[in-house]
């Protein structure tokens, strides 16, 4: 069964994530089961946003280890992160079952 993961961002990143003008998230510590389905989490709103396919690390930048971000797709009503067995958004990801 693939991983699948909550991933905390910013409503900028996730619009920016969403609308594909981004092609790449870049976090300090990059998750260890990848490639996975990433819920996108806004931080400060306990919701998701939408989902997207994030790869494996391509490389190491100044901004921290780029993940190649594939398929996104918004939800047409943002779901509560409850609904993927979390009491509130991750400091930068938490792994969940779907």
Excluded at 45 to 64: H, M
Excluded at 69 to 75: A, G, L
Aim: net charge positive; glycine share 8%; charged share 30%.
């Amino acid at each position: 069964m693939p991983s699948a993961l909550v991933l905390a961002v910013t409503a900028e990143n996730a619009d920016a994530l969403l609308s594909g003008e981004r092609d790449r998230d870049h976090r300090r510590i990059p998750p260890k089961k990848l490639p996975a389905r990433a819920y996108l989490a806004v931080v400060g709103t306990g919701s998701v946003v939408g989902e997207c396919r994030l790869g494996a690390p391509l490389r190491q930048t100044a901004k921290g280890w780029a993940l190649p971000v594939s398929q996104p797709r918004r939800y047409r009503k943002p779901r509560p992160v409850a609904d993927f067995g979390l009491a509130r958004i991750p400091r930068s990801f938490r792994y969940v079952e779907r």
